[in-house]
């Protein structure tokens, strides 16, 4: 343990020691707050205040690597210390008035254990109405973020640039390992890709899932993005993969009128860009783009509750991804079936997978830190750090999840938003999620299904069970429930 004049024992926890610096009593007894709260919290944390460390956590282990919070003088640390919040780190981070060395692991760990300080009802009434208002607010073509240059994501993502939560079936695979097991169980298990079909992809980043599709299923692949940096890194990587003029196209999505030509398309990552005011607009475009019996690959993150808010919202709103919004996992199932869009298929919480995809950035980030500013400065590294951090710890205390979805296109709509009831073909599938077909049903509601050809609309009345075609032999119709 370090070793400081003047150490104190501490009563409440015996073998842990509080450094009382005599030449500042606010420091010695923000610095006590901060050690009793880090014992309890089984941290382990040093401070250092101009120059003199102190250490206010439990001993540092194999499991529990040392990590040290920098204040450059005394002022600076008087003036941070009530916001030391998860947020308030970040912010403090970003202005440098904070620094760290060693893992940021703890001091995450520390910040989110802090009690946050309670909101009068007028400060509660404040927040409900800004978060309200940012659902409407003019978001901008594409996150700056998206345009930073290529290089920087090479020096953290793996070697297909999925900027997006991957798979880790045993725990102990590498970046690239995680990538590929990600895209495969998109492929086969979410989508089904057939060979030499067609493919879009929308939010394509930089082309990794395209080229993977590609090499794998000689599919003819199409991506959208708003970003024009993405798309011109994107084309010149399909080119390498031997496509002469890729189709990559920049814009929104609703400006490209597809109509019946996909039989495969994927989403990963880009729901959370969509206010939630347009994602029925969505779901509609995926369900127009897709050919009948045609796979919709989504991957989202969500929120279960409004506590995310705790997590820095702002912070990535201001300074990563203005417009960015969370939805529940059930309002998303809802506005995609309200589109003609059938749930075949969606994972349990994946969120342990995103926060060890974030765990590996976060290690690669510090490891190329002195490259990554050369590219784009100081700042905006400190702003790539913090959220990716902060992201990795809202994932482990639950404050987010992430989803996988299969969707089908299993019906048709008509000019009233009317559906068809879905077809035998749909219905006699192997290994269908007959719950999913329920759920589906019972959201229109009702007790007397509509003859083979009527519309189904809200209000008609359908059976609580409905009744499908035995399956074939061999096959379980519950699979995946």
Request: charged share 25%; net charge negative.
């Amino acid at each position: 343990m370090f070793e400081a004049e003047g150490i104190e024992e501490t009563p409440q926890y015996p073998p842990f020691k509080i450094p009382r610096p005599n030449d500042n009593p606010d420091v010695a007894r923000k610095i006590g707050e901060l050690c009793a709260q880090c014992v309890q919290a089984n941290v382990a944390l040093f401070i250092e205040v101009a120059g003199q460390t102190f250490h206010v956590g439990v001993e540092p282990t194999e499991e529990k690597p040392r990590s040290t919070l920098v204040f450059a003088t005394v002022e600076d640390f008087l003036r941070s210390f009530g916001s030391l919040r998860i947020a308030g780190v970040a912010e403090g981070y970003l202005q440098q008035r904070v620094d760290f060395r060693g893992d940021p692991e703890p001091i995450l760990e520390m910040a989110t254990t802090l009690k946050n300080p309670i909101l009068s009802p007028l400060g509660r009434m404040k927040m409900a109405l800004l978060n309200q208002l940012s659902r409407f607010a003019p978001v901008p073509a594409a996150p700056e973020h998206y345009n930073l240059p290529p290089e920087v994501f090479q020096l953290f993502l793996g070697k297909w640039q999925k900027y997006t939560g991957n798979w880790y079936w045993e725990g102990n695979e590498t970046l690239d390992e995680a990538e590929e097991m990600a895209m495969r169980m998109a492929c086969s298990e979410f989508m089904d890709v057939p060979q030499g079909g067609d493919h879009l992809e929308i939010g394509c980043g930089w082309g990794g899932q395209m080229e993977y599709i590609h090499r794998t299923y000689e599919s003819n692949v199409t991506g959208i993005t708003d970003c024009p940096t993405q798309a011109a890194y994107t084309r010149e990587r399909l080119q390498g993969c031997g496509i002469e003029e890729p189709d990559v196209r920049v814009g929104d999505f609703a400006e490209f009128p597809f109509e019946n030509a996909f039989d495969t398309i994927s989403a990963a990552g880009c729901l959370e860009h969509i206010q939630p005011a347009r994602q029925k607009e969505f779901f509609s475009f995926v369900h127009r783009a897709l050919k009948t019996d045609g796979r919709f690959f989504l991957q989202s993150i969500t929120r279960p509750r409004r506590r995310f808010l705790r997590f820095g919202t702002h912070f990535l709103q201001k300074h990563v991804f203005p417009g960015f919004h969370l939805v529940r996992k059930d309002q998303i199932i809802s506005a995609a079936e309200s589109a003609g869009l059938l749930c075949m298929h969606d994972t349990s919480n994946c969120h342990d997978h995103y926060r060890q995809t974030l765990r590996h950035w976060t290690e690669r980030l510090i490891h190329n830190r002195d490259k990554i500013v050369a590219l784009v400065g100081e700042r905006k590294f400190r702003v790539l750090l913090a959220y990716i951090a902060m992201s990795s710890k809202a994932f482990e205390r639950g404050a987010i999840n992430l989803y996988r979805f299969s969707f089908e296109k299993s019906c048709e709509i008509n000019d009233r938003g009317e559906m068809k009831q879905p077809s035998e073909d749909v219905l006699a599938k192997p290994g269908l999620n007959v719950l999913w077909i329920r759920k589906w049903m019972e959201f229109h509601s009702g007790i007397n299904p509509p003859r083979e050809g009527e519309h189904w609309k809200k209000g008609d009345k359908v059976p609580r069970f409905p009744i499908v075609p035995p399956p074939p032999e061999g096959i379980n119709p519950w699979a995946g429930t």
